[in-house]
């Protein structure tokens, strides 16, 4: 989101007086000047005191619920309790599968594939490209210069899967995960961003994505991306498959056998470099978990991690040294009290191991280390384990009960290798279902976690449900809610050992829930106007706003939601395409000055239970659903209208 200034001094005033960027938000309104009688003089000292946004009604209409809606405003008041009103809507930068311009000349297709030799993955006519567009970081480094630019800005924009068939076969993490690097041109005068130049990273020295999903950025300027539902180095569908695994291998390496399943389920950073170029590292010791979006916090050292996993947990790592993630400790929650929909819940962290990035990046790749090397994992219903399981382990993960028993010596690859297994072998809560974006609210000292669903492993009296594991809900909530943690220093783990950071999680209570209705006239199946399976979530310091985008199959249309802590009101800003998940959200307090909320979607019309005439349209506006949107979104300021006089 950027937001037009009202007029031009006034907006330099107030990013010198704030002492942080302001709203941007489009172009400057032509010809616009907003009470030009007031003075610098007269509104010197003056500070935002409450941003508030105005909800759009969710669309009704077919030619509305087959695009991107944004009919909200946002109201700004300031400390002398005057205002100015913007309206919100949506700025476009690029759609997947067109041809764009790159970065080093040329034309190149947005979202496309590329295997480890970065040549296009090709079907019978085209190349691959993606309609998933999802975790994205907006950057400004300085000296940026690329040439035709007059003032750049960086969008990272990762690609999490295709929703499309290859010749029949689903795609679902076949295909290597594309990051793309977008370089923007920034209007000084009025914030608008424009989309010039496009460059693809090369992930063949990290092995290749897998599965990229949410993201955030560090707070040094970094892209942390993802990689969700890591491959089951066991092939006992505690994981993705090894046949899927294969496929991948052949896609990006052209061997099949060439993929190892511990080389994905990591946190990946990419760098952006000032000529719009990018390098990218994998961090192998922020465990092996199904990694959404991660928040890291203030002391550029502690990093709180979601789970989007059945039987997922809550974990923790904390770096050796601040902007530095190749080495720390990982943690999981234990929760010491029962977490349901009226509680609050205390909570103890494990620490699971030490280690180097790059210890065990050689475990994997020079020593070949093998899942049986590490444990033994046997299922409950496979024939072949062992008579006597008093020695072993009895977990649960993916809603299947297994035996494990770790081999001598082997704690450190079990921690950042089989993290799933070994977490929850050491008691760690992992009684989640999808626990996915992460974010903190920096003056309040709370984070937020989303959970798409509340079901299954944790509802009381559910088949995959341990009491012993105190997550407890009375009933499924189908479309999820969101958990708000307090945070604190002088923490320590189980073990009685301090935990060295100010910023540690220790209870954590339910703040928004769904509603899971009847089926209404829309086909939504949860309430239109609460939130259903969120999944993307940032916080605005500057508007004291949590930003909500959902995943769920729930709403006929999904919707961006801005709620607003001081106040508790949930406000629909945004809906995307039926059938589209609300993905890439990203709040960006200052960007030079401005304030920005960027926000894609992803696959458009993919929901087969969408009335026929309502997914034509869909798919007519999307390049028959193959294609999706990135961009932000925008403000323009309203001028106020002037009382006539007798």
């Given at each position: 989101?950027?937001?037009?200034?009202?007029?031009?001094?006034?907006?330099?005033?107030?990013?010198?007086?704030?002492?942080?960027?302001?709203?941007?938000?489009g172009?400057?309104t032509?010809?616009?000047?907003?009470?030009?009688?007031?003075?610098?003089a007269?509104?010197?000292?003056?500070?935002l005191?409450q941003a508030?946004?105005?909800?759009?009604q969710?669309?009704v209409?077919?030619?509305?619920?087959?695009?991107?809606?944004?009919?909200?405003?946002?109201?700004?008041?300031?400390e002398?309790?005057?205002?100015?009103?913007?309206q919100?809507?949506?700025?476009?930068?690029?759609r997947?599968?067109?041809?764009?311009e790159?970065?080093?000349?040329?034309?190149?297709?947005a979202?496309?594939?590329?295997?480890?030799?970065?040549?296009?993955?090709?079907?019978?006519?085209?190349?691959?490209f993606?309609?998933?567009p999802d975790?994205?970081?907006?950057?400004?480094l300085?000296?940026?210069?690329?040439?035709?630019?007059?003032?750049?800005v960086?969008?990272?924009?990762q690609?999490?899967?295709?929703?499309?068939?290859?010749?029949?076969?689903?795609?679902?993490?076949?295909?290597?995960?594309p990051?793309?690097i977008l370089?923007?041109?920034?209007?000084?005068?009025?914030?608008?961003?424009?989309?010039?130049?496009y460059?693809n990273?090369?992930?063949a020295?990290?092995?290749?994505?897998?599965?990229?999903?949410?993201?955030?950025?560090?707070?040094?300027?970094?892209?942390?991306?993802?990689?969700?539902?890591e491959p089951?180095?066991?092939?006992?569908?505690?994981?993705?498959?090894?046949?899927?695994?294969l496929?991948?291998?052949?896609?990006?390496?052209?061997?099949?056998h060439?993929?190892?399943?511990?080389?994905?389920?990591?946190?990946?950073?990419?760098?952006?470099?000032?000529?719009?170029?990018?390098?990218?590292?994998?961090?192998?010791?922020?465990?092996?978990?199904s990694?959404?979006?991660?928040?890291?916090?203030?002391?550029q050292?502690?990093?709180?991690m979601?789970?989007?996993?059945?039987?997922?947990?809550?974990?923790?790592?904390?770096?050796d040294?601040?902007r530095?993630?190749?080495?720390g400790?990982?943690?999981?929650?234990?929760?010491?009290q029962?977490?349901?929909?009226?509680?609050?819940?205390?909570?103890?962290?494990?620490?699971?191991?030490?280690?180097r990035?790059?210890?065990?990046?050689?475990?994997?790749?020079?020593?070949?280390?093998?899942?049986?090397?590490?444990?033994?994992?046997?299922?409950?219903?496979?024939?072949?384990?062992?008579?006597?399981l008093?020695?072993?382990?009895?977990?649960?993960?993916?809603?299947?009960k297994?035996?494990?028993?770790?081999?001598?010596?082997?704690?450190?690859?079990?921690?950042?290798?089989?993290t799933?297994?070994?977490?929850?072998?050491?008691g760690?809560?992992?009684?989640?279902?999808?626990?996915?974006?992460?974010?903190?609210?920096?003056?309040?000292?709370?984070?937020?976690s989303?959970l798409?669903?509340?079901?299954?492993?944790?509802?009381?009296?559910d088949?995959?449900w341990?009491?012993?594991?105190?997550?407890?809900?009375?009933?499924?909530?189908?479309?999820?809610?969101?958990?708000?943690?307090?945070?604190?220093?002088g923490?320590?783990?189980?073990?009685n050992?301090?935990?060295?950071?100010?910023?540690?999680?220790?209870?954590?209570?339910?703040?928004?829930l769904?509603?899971d209705?009847g089926?209404?006239?829309?086909?939504?199946?949860a309430?239109?106007?609460?939130?259903?399976?969120?999944?993307?979530?940032?916080?605005?310091?500057?508007?004291?706003?949590?930003?909500?985008g959902?995943?769920?199959?729930?709403?006929t249309?999904?919707?961006?939601?801005?709620?607003?802590?001081?106040?508790?009101?949930?406000?629909r800003?945004?809906?995307?395409p039926a059938?589209?998940e609300?993905t890439?959200?990203?709040a960006?307090d200052?960007?030079?000055?401005?304030?920005?909320?960027?926000s894609?979607?992803?696959?458009?019309?993919?929901?087969?239970?969408l009335?026929?005439?309502?997914?034509?349209?869909?798919?007519?506006?999307?390049?028959?659903?193959?294609s999706?949107?990135?961009?932000y979104?925008?403000a323009?300021w309203?001028?106020?209208?002037?009382?006539?006089?007798?």
């Amino acid at each position: 989101m950027t937001m037009t200034s009202p007029s031009a001094s006034r907006r330099d005033v107030l990013k010198w007086l704030i002492g942080l960027p302001f709203l941007p938000l489009g172009a400057m309104t032509s010809g616009c000047a907003h009470n030009p009688a007031l003075t610098t003089a007269q509104i010197s000292g003056m500070r935002l005191k409450q941003a508030t946004f105005s909800a759009m009604q969710a669309p009704v209409h077919i030619a509305e619920m087959a695009k991107t809606q944004v009919n909200s405003r946002l109201k700004i008041t300031w400390e002398d309790n005057s205002s100015d009103d913007y309206q919100l809507g949506y700025h476009e930068f690029l759609r997947t599968g067109t041809l764009v311009e790159h970065l080093d000349g040329g034309k190149i297709v947005a979202g496309g594939y590329f295997d480890a030799n970065g040549k296009p993955i090709l079907d019978n006519t085209r190349q691959y490209f993606s309609d998933c567009p999802d975790g994205s970081s907006l950057i400004a480094l300085e000296n940026a210069q690329v040439p035709g630019v007059k003032h750049p800005v960086f969008f990272v924009v990762q690609f999490e899967y295709t929703s499309k068939s290859l010749n029949g076969e689903d795609p679902y993490g076949i295909l290597p995960s594309p990051i793309a690097i977008l370089t923007l041109d920034q209007d000084p005068q009025t914030g608008k961003l424009e989309f010039k130049k496009y460059f693809n990273v090369d992930t063949a020295p990290v092995h290749g994505l897998w599965i990229t999903c949410g993201a955030s950025l560090s707070p040094w300027n970094t892209h942390l991306s993802s990689e969700e539902y890591e491959p089951d180095a066991f092939d006992q569908g505690l994981g993705q498959s090894l046949k899927t695994l294969l496929g991948f291998g052949q896609k990006f390496f052209a061997d099949a056998h060439k993929a190892k399943a511990y080389n994905y389920g990591h946190l990946p950073e990419v760098v952006v470099h000032p000529d719009g170029h990018a390098s990218i590292q994998k961090h192998f010791c922020l465990g092996r978990i199904s990694h959404e979006l991660v928040q890291v916090m203030p002391d550029q050292r502690t990093v709180l991690m979601g789970d989007d996993y059945t039987n997922g947990g809550l974990f923790m790592f904390i770096a050796d040294r601040e902007r530095d993630l190749s080495a720390g400790t990982l943690y999981v929650a234990k929760y010491t009290q029962v977490l349901n929909e009226h509680s609050t819940a205390r909570l103890r962290w494990i620490e699971l191991g030490h280690a180097r990035s790059r210890d065990i990046e050689t475990l994997v790749n020079q020593d070949n280390i093998q899942p049986w090397d590490i444990m033994e994992s046997y299922l409950d219903t496979d024939p072949g384990k062992p008579a006597d399981l008093t020695s072993y382990t009895p977990i649960v993960l993916n809603k299947k009960k297994a035996w494990v028993k770790l081999k001598s010596g082997q704690e450190k690859a079990a921690a950042f290798l089989e993290t799933h297994r070994y977490a929850a072998m050491r008691g760690g809560s992992l009684g989640f279902t999808k626990m996915e974006g992460t974010t903190v609210n920096i003056r309040d000292k709370v984070a937020y976690s989303a959970l798409a669903n509340i079901q299954d492993c944790m509802v009381q009296g559910d088949p995959c449900w341990q009491k012993e594991l105190n997550i407890s809900f009375s009933r499924p909530i189908k479309a999820g809610g969101i958990l708000a943690h307090d945070l604190a220093g002088g923490q320590r783990t189980t073990d009685n050992q301090p935990i060295h950071s100010e910023w540690v999680p220790y209870q954590s209570k339910v703040l928004l829930l769904g509603e899971d209705i009847g089926k209404d006239k829309l086909g939504n199946t949860a309430h239109p106007d609460k939130i259903a399976s969120p999944d993307n979530l940032k916080f605005s310091e500057t508007l004291r706003t949590l930003f909500i985008g959902e995943d769920s199959g729930q709403h006929t249309n999904n919707f961006l939601w801005a709620y607003q802590v001081d106040t508790g009101s949930l406000t629909r800003i945004l809906s995307t395409p039926a059938g589209a998940e609300s993905t890439g959200l990203h709040a960006v307090d200052s960007i030079h000055g401005w304030t920005y909320i960027m926000s894609n979607f992803q696959h458009p019309g993919d929901n087969d239970k969408l009335p026929a005439e309502l997914k034509a349209q869909v798919l007519a506006n999307y390049n028959q659903g193959y294609s999706a949107s990135v961009g932000y979104l925008t403000a323009d300021w309203i001028m106020p209208s002037v009382e006539k006089k007798n």
